[in-house]
């Protein structure tokens, strides 16, 4: 008998990943797919890129070799009833476990089974993990309700901070790349008419898109702009609070970072970090990786309790 493979999967409003491996970590294929999640995209359509992820990550594997699956997703029942249909077309007839996203950025990050993971991209979300499972939670709550200091959040305030300049006179440098994104370079005739068009742009885009403006703000604050300097310390702040209520004074497990904003040397991560580590000077501050891989651990761990965390990188060989 052929040796059982896994499959994990991290599906998110943007692009979902496939990550096929056997138990030992040894990468036999990788999948790349659109937006996944059902809520953002509809049904079929996040059936659809999960579909052609896994289709490319199968490509030349017996998919009966697969025993165990695990998917990071934000969502619940209804996630679970779009995407039913997905496995059994391809011929996996194994258990698909569906967890949170921040359980696999979790375990992408650390063998630890306890800690707390915090995830700023275009949502944001902190939430503690004991046995490699989610507990309390803060934040998350979406782009209306919630996800203060995200990419959206950024964006949103940038906005907002740009049409303060032209109305109020509050300066920024914001004002003039968030005006050519929105409307262009185009000659309006009076201020009112300029602001008029920038709103008119903006609501008619899905208001999630307002996190493309993100990159703005870091790049403003690198530049030394006060507007974008003080959003900075506002998203550092609410990101630190939601940790904070996941997580104890005294607690000394690892904290994950996760989210385009965290992971890569942005303002707002040297902040954050700087204060993770302040606040909790015991803790190992590490970084999310790839949510696929950590979600293929977490089916390997399923099968064998043994199986090596994916931070030490395997050979890949022929399957």
Avoid: Y
């Avoid at 294929?29 to 999640?37: P, R, S």
């Avoid at 997580?247 to 993770?276: D, K, M, N, Q, Y």
């Amino acid at each position: 008998m052929s040796d059982p493979l896994v499959i994990g999967l991290d599906v998110g409003g943007t692009s979902s990943r496939v990550v096929v491996t056997d138990l030992a970590g040894t990468r036999l294929g990788t999948g790349l797919g659109g937006g996944g999640n059902p809520v953002a995209h509809g049904a079929e359509a996040a059936a659809a890129a999960v579909g052609a992820a896994l289709d490319e990550a199968l490509t030349g594997i017996d998919p009966g070799r697969i025993r165990a699956a695990v998917i990071g997703l934000a969502g619940g029942t209804q996630v679970r009833k779009a995407l039913d249909p997905v496995w059994p077309a391809r011929g996996i007839t194994c258990p698909v476990r569906l967890v949170g996203d921040a359980e696999v950025a979790f375990a992408s990050a650390t063998a630890e089974p306890d800690g707390t993971v915090l995830i700023a991209g275009t949502g944001a979300i902190a939430a503690q993990i004991t046995g490699r499972r989610l507990g309390l939670i803060s934040d998350g709550h979406g782009w209306l309700l919630g996800d203060r200091g995200s990419g959206f959040w950024l964006g949103l305030h940038a906005v907002r901070a740009a049409l303060a300049d032209l109305e109020e006179g509050i300066e920024t440098s914001l004002t003039i790349p968030i005006r050519d994104k929105l409307v262009g370079q185009s000659v309006f005739a009076t201020r009112r008419a300029l602001v008029s068009a920038m709103i008119a742009a903006a609501h008619a885009e899905p208001p999630v898109t307002l996190s493309r403006f993100a990159p703005l703000v870091l790049d403003a604050a690198v530049a030394g702009d006060p507007v974008a300097k003080n959003l900075i310390t506002e998203a550092a702040g609410f990101l630190l609070r939601s940790t904070a209520a996941v997580r104890g004074p005294r607690e000394t497990g690892p904290i994950a970072l996760a989210g385009s904003l965290l992971t890569v040397a942005t303002p707002l991560a040297h902040r954050v970090r700087a204060e993770l580590g302040a606040r909790w000077p015991a803790a190992e501050l590490v970084s999310a990786t790839d949510g696929a891989a950590g979600a293929a651990w977490l089916a390997a761990l399923s099968l064998d309790p043994s199986a090596p965390h994916p931070s030490t990188p395997p050979s890949r060989p022929t399957p």
